[in-house]
């Protein structure tokens, strides 16, 4: 997708064999800065520290960070004590245990000095596998789309969306932003709205920058005015993205999407997830074994924004000894989720179709 109007991916390889390049996404929207991961350490810090995220990111990041620690030692034993590492940065998206999990099977079996090149083209390989499967979850998410639109006769579909599902969180394409920019495409006038996404504010920091970037026209709320512009009927459907979807359908992502869910199905909406085959996670019977992120209290309590003197600052919004909860993702049941929208076709959230994927 473009930053000023140029092509650009959220990771990419150096051309000089350095290693591989990030968008630091803790600075937009105010700075587009880049970063050069060198080391298993650099990849294991860029996940951990939130320059990266969303979980198709996270797990593309995770494939890169054992390429680079194959280059500096290629025994098993660096292996998998680089996956532990990588593992043990962040415990709710499933696409980076499925990252590590592909690594290791690639390469476990090679002899170690082919395990060098081998690791940085097959990382390579699953962020290009990536920017395909999101343009085939935006094919599909566009059929919904353009069902949305026959019913809006000419006026823009209105379209909510929370956190960043968006190409930031992917290679590019996004997950929930993929139908959206098909639909811009095919010229289907739009309008989404973008939750805020406290407490880290990827809604407002991320999801409005893309969208912005690529000139879709859109609307920052507050998360807690989701529910009321959908009772107003000021909303024609709900679309999110996923960090892992349970074998029984539940759908686990960002805190606060459980909450839009209940208020889609109570207003009658769509709420439709969409998110790669390897956000699913098999092995889990349903949502609540889903490990949930607790975060640092310190991002309720604080808020972070640019300051006139042009420095991004961070404010005490709470008195200095509030005790906050920050846990950073829910499950939204699968029975209020009306599709689940994949590279391979949109499935019943419940339905057998979605076990056959596994
Ligand atoms: O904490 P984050 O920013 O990594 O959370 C991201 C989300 O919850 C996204 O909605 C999810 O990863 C889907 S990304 C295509």
């Known amino acids: 997708m473009l ?8 990771i990419w390889p150096d051309p000089n064999g350095e290693g591989v390049f990030i968008i630091d996404q803790t600075r937009l929207p105010h700075a587009v800065e880049t970063v050069l991961l060198r080391e298993l350490a650099d990849a294991a810090r860029a ?5 990266v995220r969303g979980a198709p990111l ?21 292996m998998s004590k680089a996956a532990e590492i990588l593992r043990a940065t962040r415990p709710t998206a499933v696409n980076l245990a499925w990252a590590l999990a592909r690594m290791t099977t690639f390469l476990g079996p090679m ?33 919904l789309i353009r069902a949305a639109a026959e019913k809006r006769r000419g006026q823009p579909v209105r379209i909510l969306t929370h956190c960043n599902a968006g190409w930031l969180a992917t290679v590019d394409w996004g997950t929930a932003t993929a139908p959206i920019y098909k639909a811009q495409a095919a010229g289907i006038p739009l309008h989404v709205f973008v939750d805020e996404t406290r407490p880290r504010n990827q809604g407002a920091s991320l999801t409005a920058f893309e969208l912005g970037q690529q000139k879709v026209p859109h609307t920052l709320i507050v998360d807690n005015a989701g529910g009321h512009l959908m009772q107003r009927g000021e909303i024609d459907l709900a679309l999110v993205g996923a ?24 207003c009658g909406l769509p709420f439709y997830v969409a998110a790669p085959v390897s956000t699913l996670d098999f092995a889990l019977a349903e949502g609540g074994l889903i490990p949930i992120e607790e975060r640092a209290p310190d991002e309720v309590t604080f ?23 920050n846990p950073g993702f829910d499950v939204t049941p699968a029975r209020l ?18 076990a056959a994927l596994a």
């Open 3 to 10: 930053i000023d109007g140029k092509k650009r991916t959220a």
């Open 47 to 51: 996940i951990r520290d939130m320059q």
């Open 58 to 78: 996270i797990g593309v990041t995770a494939a890169y960070g054992m390429a680079l620690a194959m280059r500096a030692d290629q025994s098993d034993e660096t």
């Open 111 to 143: 002899p170690e000095p082919l395990r060098r090149d081998a690791a940085f083209a097959f990382a390579k390989h699953l962020a290009e596998k990536d920017v395909a499967c999101n343009e085939a979850i935006g094919e599909h998410g566009l059929a």
């Open 243 to 266: 960090d892992r979807i349970a074998a029984n359908g539940d759908v686990c992502n960002k805190i606060g999407t459980y909450l839009k869910a209940l208020a889609a199905r109570d």
């Open 303 to 325: 808020i972070s924004g640019l300051a006139d003197s042009g420095e991004v600052i961070q404010v005490r919004i709470a008195p200095r000894d509030t005790q906050a909860r």
């Open 337 to 354: 989720v009306s599709g689940i929208i994949t590279e391979k076709g949109v499935f019943d959230a419940r339905g057998q179709a979605l």
